[in-house]
């Protein structure tokens, strides 16, 4: 059965800095892995997607790792701004369920 | 990608009634799902509905409590019934985007207070 954790649960940070989020899962057999973003009592934007097959997505001053041996992903933001400011949800698709698990998040907080 | 709209974006209801909830789509999925979020918790999923067959429902969910319909290839309802207040929830709709990848896209989420 999959299971998703992330680090820290939550984290403030002033401008500017670079930071990153880490993600968990316990099955590496995954089809794919998501991170999203969610603000305060919001739906899901999707940020980046890898595939099994890949070992990182770049999107703007965002960027995804995944490494299915270690069973980790992160997501590293650059040069961080107050707009960042949500929570992170990464989630894994397993070969063995096709369904998204989600991780438990991250509450990013970035001050001026 | 897929624009997703959510009907209604909040409610507030008493124990005991239900609510209907719609999602509508731009483009023809064969898939929607919907999910459950708890206050400060993650995303669980409540079930994947199949245009043209019953819904299909995860663990600790029953077609009782949450009957979904899905009479067409861009839209479902989810109808959380006799509700309490632990049903209070964000309650989320989502597709996958189609292509290679199964990139799966949400919509806005219906905020349930139940009182």
């Known amino acids: 059965k999959q299971e998703v954790t992330q680090i820290p649960a939550a984290l403030s940070v002033p401008e500017g800095e670079n930071l990153v989020l880490n993600c968990s899962f316990t099955?590496?057999?995954?089809?794919?892995l998501q991170w999203f973003r969610q603000d305060p009592g919001k739906g899901l934007t999707s940020l980046l997607l890898?595939?099994?097959?890949?070992r990182e997505q770049t999107s703007g001053r965002l960027n995804a790792s995944l490494d299915k041996s270690s069973g980790r992903s992160t997501l590293y933001i650059a040069a961080s701004q107050p707009g960042d400011s949500a929570t992170y949800l990464c989630?894994?698709?397993?070969?063995?369920?096709?369904?998204?698990?989600f991780g438990t998040g991250t509450r990013l907080q970035v001050f001026p | 990608s897929a624009v997703i709209s959510q009907k209604p974006s909040r409610d507030i209801c008493q124990r005991g009634t239900s609510l209907t909830i719609q999602c509508q789509v731009d483009s023809q999925v064969t898939m929607m799902f919907w999910y459950r979020q708890q206050p400060g918790q993650s995303l669980t999923l409540i079930a994947t509905a199949n245009q043209g067959s019953e819904a299909t429902y995860e663990s600790g969910f029953v077609i009782d409590k949450f009957p979904i319909s899905r009479p067409n290839l861009t839209f479902s309802t989810l109808t959380v019934s006799n509700m309490s207040p632990e049903d209070s929830s964000i309650y989320l709709c989502?597709?996958?985007?189609?292509?290679?990848?199964?990139?799966?896209?949400f919509g806005p989420g219906t905020r349930l207070t139940v009182l």
């Open positions: 890898i595939q099994s097959s890949q």
């Open positions: 989630a894994a698709r397993s070969y063995n369920t096709d369904k998204l698990i």
């Open positions: 099955d590496s057999a995954i089809y794919n």
């Open positions: 989502s597709v996958e985007g189609g292509g290679a990848y199964n990139e799966q896209f």
